[in-house]
């Protein structure tokens, strides 16, 4: 018996080279499908495995001889073809059951290959994502590397910003505002010259402090926010003039609203044996006036009002035009927050005031005020209050006097 394998793609195929070769008498034994040995043949398409078997021509003519000689009746003869011919597709299962097997062995090595690679591919798939959360955890720590010496050279920068040289610190120290020691750095940066710092300070002080001389004669008007000072400093102006000058001095008040302030000024007022007038309206400011022709000064002290009430203001521009004077000073206290001085200059512009008086320079020990009045009015300072004495305590200083005083080298007391 012959027996033959053919691994083919399709069964046409196979019955094609079967009856080519072995003739249209043989028998398919077994068929089934198989895949290619290697990991190439598990990805690949399956093929057909047949097995055919087909008769040797000895035991044909075996057969047609036993047949021929003895036509039927030598059984055994015949016995023994037929169970030489059931041993033999006995052999051939056998073998093919081998082939199955050995298929199996294959397939489960291409399986254990096709496992080994998965396991391959999956440890190298592990290895590339610990390396990436690897990568990712070094460029996390960078980054916060990078953002900690950020804020470590912010902080020195800001550390370096916040160092004041000597001339800022005698400035700040001294309660002059930042704006104006900024400009003030900015001047003795730009002043070449080969003087010290506090040197070129000194000089660029004396340039932005401005001093005036007013004449006192004529009618002279005092404005300025409430508690300021203004009636005390115009019973020292009418002392000073009147007992130290000499001359003739007349006194108007328009504050009726505040308590006790028509009396103080009228007690001063009879103290120093002067004129003295209230005014409630209009036409009391025109007869208070007309009354006081023959006074070579006429002081008049008006009413505190707030710079945030417009209508107060306007209201007090109405008896400051009535008074028909460009001698107007405005009233200011050394102790006033800076802040809410710039709110008081800007405030009290409309009325025209030409002059700054600085008051209770006795009650701060820093002075740099004066520097901050000056620079945000940008109005000459006529007179300085020291203190509650009539009429000693009020001066005229000088620049030079004012510089000492703002950089703390004097002190009024």
Do not use: W
Not at 33 to 52: D, H, L, M, N, Q
Not at 155 to 176: A, H, P, R, W
Not at 289 to 304: A, F, R
């Amino acid at each position: 018996m012959i027996i033959k394998h053919y691994i083919v793609n399709t069964m046409n195929e196979a019955m094609t080279r079967i009856r080519y070769e072995l003739g249209r008498d043989a028998v398919i034994i077994s068929q089934r499908k198989i895949r290619k040995p290697g990991i190439k043949g598990f990805f690949s398409a399956k093929s057909i495995e047949v097995t055919a078997a087909v008769e040797n021509e000895v035991n044909e003519k075996k057969q047609n001889t036993v047949n021929y000689n003895d036509n039927g009746r030598n059984s055994n003869e015949l016995n023994n073809i037929e169970l030489n011919s059931i041993e033999a597709i006995k052999k051939v299962v056998q073998q093919e059951n081998e082939n199955v097997n050995h298929s199996r062995v294959v397939q489960k090595q291409n399986n254990s290959v096709h496992k080994d690679s998965n396991q391959s591919d999956n440890n190298s798939e592990n290895l590339m994502s610990e390396m990436m959360k690897m990568k990712t955890m070094i460029s996390e720590l960078s980054f916060k590397r990078e953002l900690s010496l950020e804020k470590e050279l912010s902080q020195v920068g800001k550390s370096m910003e916040n160092q004041k040289s000597d001339i800022e610190e005698i400035l700040f120290d001294n309660d002059v505002d930042s704006e104006n020691i900024e400009n003030i750095m900015v001047k003795i940066k730009n002043n070449k010259t080969e003087k010290t710092d506090l040197e070129k300070l000194k000089i660029i002080l004396k340039e932005m402090i401005h001093i005036t001389k007013p004449k006192l004669q004529g009618r002279i008007v005092l404005v300025g926010p409430t508690g300021v000072g203004k009636t005390t400093t115009i019973a020292k102006l009418a002392g000073k003039l009147a007992l130290a000058e000499g001359k003739k001095v007349g006194l108007i008040t328009v504050d009726t609203y505040r308590i006790g302030a028509v009396e103080q000024l009228k007690a001063y007022a009879d103290i120093m044996n002067l004129p003295f007038k209230v005014v409630y309206n209009m036409n009391d400011m025109d007869n208070a006036i007309k009354s006081m022709s023959e006074c070579e000064v006429v002081l008049i002290d008006t009413t505190g009002r707030s710079s945030k009430n417009k209508m107060q203001i306007a209201e007090l521009r109405t008896f400051v035009e009535k008074a028909d004077t460009k001698n107007i000073h405005l009233v200011l206290s050394s102790t006033t927050k800076n802040r809410d001085m710039k709110y008081i200059i800007e405030g009290y512009r409309i009325l025209n005031y030409n002059s700054i008086i600085v008051t209770k320079l006795d009650e701060t020990a820093t002075y740099g005020s004066i520097l901050n009045i000056l620079e945000t009015a940008k109005i000459p300072l006529s007179f300085v209050s020291v203190g509650q004495n009539v009429p000693d305590d009020i001066k005229e200083l000088s620049a030079d006097s004012i510089v000492s005083l703002i950089l703390g080298e004097d002190t009024i007391c």
